[in-house]
């Protein structure tokens, strides 16, 4: 079964989809129907608010998350009314409708933020295709290897493959188009921030209160998104923007 | 046991009541009467007995979750608050549908463990961050 529908709406990537095109007017799947989603013809009134965020968002974030074992990716439209949240739960993934002062929550408890130690490491440049290695390949070895000595401890995380990533983006529409990013390594000896630099990315060990207040920064600003209000007023802007978090797992 | 009034600056513009309920010796608000939800400040203090500050923070983990919607921990250091050793702690949770921060100072003075709490709109705490700093630092534990 790749929809459940109770107090929480948990389904596949395909049957995510069959909804949004159900939300845009075309005929509902047996799938959604027989789940309950879709009754006489009509989306369930509690998903329409985000729904209509996923249709027409006046900001889109993408976060991908990185373990060891999997990638994962957790998406969020936003909305001032409503935003929608699809959250990767095993198989399938969560959808939320939810105001967007608490995607910041979501987005921290997809990091995987917590208390956690705080490293005191000087900062340290390393090529940024290590980075990405770790991100698109679950690669350690380039930048366990790039990493100078004072970082030994820290790396022990990685090399013992108890890490996360997490590459979070937020962008928006309309006349004031913008974005912003976020990489986190997180390891347990502490988290890191990536900051990338041309072909190198700077990291440097931070706190899971400047994380957070990063994540909440992530999101467009009201002036920012009064563009893209306007942008979306007749129309829909799926898809134009996308953003990515990595964290590494303690 | 009587305990002396708070010694606190609020941020400009906010509105003070001392004692303003049973258990709370502070609470600071700010401005905006008709806010969905006002940011605010609120000091407490509590007999500890036998407890000393890490066996009362360790009570107070376990009660959050308990008392508070949503509450995730998000972050846990030891600070110094008016030069003696304290707890900070930073956390979001939910009040009344909307996600809100937690920022709480904990120190202990004698036998009482005293607790300031700022509790900010989520989208807001970062830019209310730095006030909520100067506040702790200007704050002057019995």
Redesign the interface.
Same mark, same amino acid.
Do not use: I, K
């Given at each position: 079964m790749t929809v459940r529908f109770g107090d929480t709406l948990l389904l596949s990537a395909q049957a995510f989809e069959d909804l949004v095109s159900c939300a845009e007017g075309r005929p509902a799947t047996d799938e959604l129907r027989e789940a309950g989603v879709v009754r006489d013809g009509v989306v369930d009134p509690r998903l329409v608010p985000g729904l209509r965020a996923v249709l027409a968002p006046v900001a889109v974030v993408r976060a991908q998350v990185r373990t060891p074992a999997r990638s994962e990716v957790v998406q969020a439209w936003l909305r001032p009314e409503a935003s929608a949240v699809l959250l990767p739960r095993d198989a399938l993934a969560e959808l939320l409708v939810l105001?967007?002062? &608490?995607v *910041?929550?979501v987005l921290?408890?997809a990091v995987g &933020?917590? *208390?956690?130690p705080?490293p005191e490491l000087a900062p340290c440049r390393v090529p940024l295709a290590v980075v990405d290695a770790l991100l698109d390949d679950a690669d350690t070895a380039g930048l366990v290897a790039a990493l100078p000595s004072t970082w030994a401890g820290w790396a022990a995380g990685l090399s013992a493959d108890r890490w996360r990533a997490v590459a979070a983006v937020a962008a928006w529409p309309g006349e004031d188009a913008g974005s912003r990013a976020l990489a986190v390594l997180v390891g347990p000896r502490g988290l890191v921030r990536v900051h990338p630099d041309g072909d190198d990315a700077e990291l440097r060990a931070t706190?899971?209160?400047a994380v957070?207040?990063d994540l909440?920064?992530l &999101?467009p600003t009201d002036p920012e998104v009064e563009g893209a209000v306007a942008s979306t007023a007749s129309g829909g802007a799926r898809g134009q923007a996308a953003a990515a978090v990595v964290v590494a797992e303690g | 046991m009587p305990v002396a009034d708070v010694v606190l600056d609020l941020p400009p513009g906010w509105s003070r009541a001392d004692r303003p309920a049973p258990g709370v010796l502070l609470l600071g608000l700010e401005p905006g009467a008709g806010q969905p939800f006002r940011a605010n400040l609120v000091v407490t203090a509590d007999d500890l007995g036998p407890l000393d500050l890490r066996g009362w923070q360790l009570q107070t983990d376990a009660a959050l979750p308990r008392a508070l919607e949503?509450y995730? !921990?998000?972050?846990? @250091?030891h600070v110094q608050v008016d030069g003696r050793p304290g707890v900070r702690r930073?956390a979001?949770h939910?009040v009344r549908?909307?996600?809100v921060?937690l920022e709480q100072w904990a120190v202990v003075s004698g036998p009482l463990g005293w607790t300031l709490s700022a509790t900010v709109?989520? !989208?807001a705490?970062?830019s209310a @961050?730095t006030g909520l700093a100067d506040v702790v630092a200007g704050w002057h534990v019995p």
């Amino acid at each position: 079964m790749t929809v459940r529908f109770g107090d929480t709406l948990l389904l596949s990537a395909q049957a995510f989809e069959d909804l949004v095109s159900c939300a845009e007017g075309r005929p509902a799947t047996d799938e959604l129907r027989e789940a309950g989603v879709v009754r006489d013809g009509v989306v369930d009134p509690r998903l329409v608010p985000g729904l209509r965020a996923v249709l027409a968002p006046v900001a889109v974030v993408r976060a991908q998350v990185r373990t060891p074992a999997r990638s994962e990716v957790v998406q969020a439209w936003l909305r001032p009314e409503a935003s929608a949240v699809l959250l990767p739960r095993d198989a399938l993934a969560e959808l939320l409708v939810l105001g967007a002062d &608490l995607v *910041p929550a979501v987005l921290a408890q997809a990091v995987g &933020l917590r *208390p956690r130690p705080r490293p005191e490491l000087a900062p340290c440049r390393v090529p940024l295709a290590v980075v990405d290695a770790l991100l698109d390949d679950a690669d350690t070895a380039g930048l366990v290897a790039a990493l100078p000595s004072t970082w030994a401890g820290w790396a022990a995380g990685l090399s013992a493959d108890r890490w996360r990533a997490v590459a979070a983006v937020a962008a928006w529409p309309g006349e004031d188009a913008g974005s912003r990013a976020l990489a986190v390594l997180v390891g347990p000896r502490g988290l890191v921030r990536v900051h990338p630099d041309g072909d190198d990315a700077e990291l440097r060990a931070t706190t899971s209160t400047a994380v957070f207040r990063d994540l909440v920064r992530l &999101l467009p600003t009201d002036p920012e998104v009064e563009g893209a209000v306007a942008s979306t007023a007749s129309g829909g802007a799926r898809g134009q923007a996308a953003a990515a978090v990595v964290v590494a797992e303690g | 046991m009587p305990v002396a009034d708070v010694v606190l600056d609020l941020p400009p513009g906010w509105s003070r009541a001392d004692r303003p309920a049973p258990g709370v010796l502070l609470l600071g608000l700010e401005p905006g009467a008709g806010q969905p939800f006002r940011a605010n400040l609120v000091v407490t203090a509590d007999d500890l007995g036998p407890l000393d500050l890490r066996g009362w923070q360790l009570q107070t983990d376990a009660a959050l979750p308990r008392a508070l919607e949503g509450y995730a !921990l998000l972050d846990l @250091e030891h600070v110094q608050v008016d030069g003696r050793p304290g707890v900070r702690r930073l956390a979001s949770h939910v009040v009344r549908g909307r996600a809100v921060v937690l920022e709480q100072w904990a120190v202990v003075s004698g036998p009482l463990g005293w607790t300031l709490s700022a509790t900010v709109p989520a !989208l807001a705490w970062p830019s209310a @961050e730095t006030g909520l700093a100067d506040v702790v630092a200007g704050w002057h534990v019995p």
